[in-house]
């Protein structure tokens, strides 16, 4: 499971966390709180409204 960590205005993926449990992952992706951050599971490259991947994003492994 991969979970995308985004900035809400830009919509630039800010890193990625990896791991087989929900809730470590969740847990992982609340030091990224506050409304200039969200999480998805499902990023929609490509697509309207789709996130950008520029490659330099935090990579977490749990």
């Known amino acids: 499971?991969?979970?995308y960590i985004y900035n809400t205005n830009t919509k630039v993926i800010?890193?990625?966390?990896?791991?087989?449990?929900?809730?470590?992952i969740e847990?992982?992706?609340s030091i990224y709180d506050g409304d200039e951050y969200a999480v998805?599971?499902?990023p929609g490259f490509g697509s309207v409204d789709g996130l950008l991947d520029?490659?330099?994003?935090?990579e977490i492994k749990i």
């Open 40 to 42: 998805t599971y499902t």
């Open 27 to 29: 847990s992982e992706a």
């Open 54 to 58: 520029t490659g330099e994003h935090e």
């Open 14 to 24: 800010v890193a990625t966390i990896s791991g087989d449990d929900q809730t470590a």
């Open 1 to 3: 499971m991969q979970a």
